[in-house]
């Protein structure tokens, strides 16, 4: 039976940042796409290396499996895939290379990948399959192993994948060729179930129970955003939107619940629930089969408000939801093409408040056209409305995107970030590189600071204290006022230098 070892790109203890949190999840993409293949009729391992030190590791399953084809691909749910780390970028190179010096066919999926085919053929894949993988890889793979007749052209006519094309000239390189797009799928129900039992599972769950006392899973109930938010890239789902039904993913959630014990998901969609009526079905059908866990998601604040969104979601298990709230100001947010208002961030965080459900924001510093008076409403929306957490990043050209295309000509040699924390400025902002570091730092310092403040206040109010974040205030409160004189310092020394700060 034909081999195909799958592995993908994403190394936690290559990204610090990551990797402290101790927040694993398995690579539900890398899965999916396994699952397929594994129908299919192909003998399917993982090489996961998402808890793996370096990619050598990879050798001795090579050795062992001695695949017909390695295929990277990444699990394009998790945002950390779609940063388009440099770190990650060459321990696929790596995993390329040692595929090739086993005989691999290599292929590779990625949302790096995607828009750099060319930088992967280099590095020695076979084929590079931008966007959506699981079809076309099925088609490819069965052409390639003779199992399925190939189309007028053979497997260079097979739609979604980039190749390299041998020159006409005998000493010019050869030149990437990318065949047309594939349609997407619209039929999510069509694929099998992720194949779980190839991850390590006790792996992940001890991590999880050593350092949080309980283990979380991730799934994704969609595929796409049709919302255009001008710096967000969308390489591999794009902006479509796609539901599997409430059936099969509860159905996913009975069996990780009875197979594994996990009372607990990460629902990795770009959006939770969009389509009318998913989330109500989805409650209904929860209660039916009488399953109990908690949930979090990544939501819209005007989505959040439509109907009794926040109702069926609660009652289905939601505890945590992380919006793009992204700034406190509607000119930024309106600059970003984000379609939300300032308002809309107040009602859906009060509400959810209300309903016992922790709220969250992604924060964006140094859009194009961000002012101090910016940059502290942002801050005085984070202190009014107290979110349970907070997630701060500075704006990043990635890309396919619109925000790309307005700052591409200002963009230095470093065009991706090398980790999840590095935070770089990679076009010439309001203020200096340095100035965003610390207001990043600050930030964080001033809300753990009114975190503990809050909690403080718990204890002459209820008795019941959360006496860690009350502690952390003997760090915090000096730190915060040594980051904020700093952030002064900077401030006067950041607008007016206008060349790129690529390096810094
Ligand atoms: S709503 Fe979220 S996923 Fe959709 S475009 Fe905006 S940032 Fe991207």
Known sequence: MPG???????????DAKQWKTRQPYPPYGTIYAAALMRSCGFDVHLFDTNLAQSAD???PVLENTRPDYLVIYDDGFNYLTK???TRMRE???????????HGCTVIVNSSDASDHCDLYLGQGADFVIPGEGEITLRELVMTLDGRQGAADGGQWAIPGIAYKHAASQPDSPPTVHRTAPRQVLNDLDSLPDPAWDLVDMAAYKDIWIRHHGFFSLNLATTRGCPYKCNWCAKPIYGNRYHSRSPERVAGEIEMLIERYGVHHFWMADDIFGLKPGWVQRFRDV???????????????VDLLLKEDAIDALVDSGLREVWVGAESGSQKILDAMDKGTTLDQIRKATELLKRKGVN????????????????????LRMVEELRPHNIGISVSYP??????????????GDKQNWEVSNDLAMMYPATYSPAYYRRLHRLVH?????????DELQKIFARGNVNLLKASKLMYYAPAAIVDKWRLQRLERSGPGIKKPYANI
């Open 4 to 14: 195909i070892l799958f592995t993908h790109s994403y190394f936690y203890r290559f």
């Open 57 to 59: 590791e990879i050798l």
């Open 91 to 101: 321990a696929a190179f790596e995993l390329a290379k040692y595929g090739k010096q």
């Open 445 to 453: 310092k001033r809300f753990r600071l009114r975190q503990g403040l």
């Open 398 to 411: 990635l890309p396919g995107t619109k925000f790309h295309e307005k700052v591409k000509n200002l963009l």
């Open 359 to 378: 709220v969250c924001f992604f924060l964006q510093f140094g859009y194009l056209g961000e002012t101090k008076a910016d940059i502290e409403a942002t």
């Open 286 to 300: 929860v209660r039916q089969k009488n399953l109990v866990f908690e949930y979090k998601i990544q939501s819209r």
């Open 83 to 85: 940063m388009c780390l």
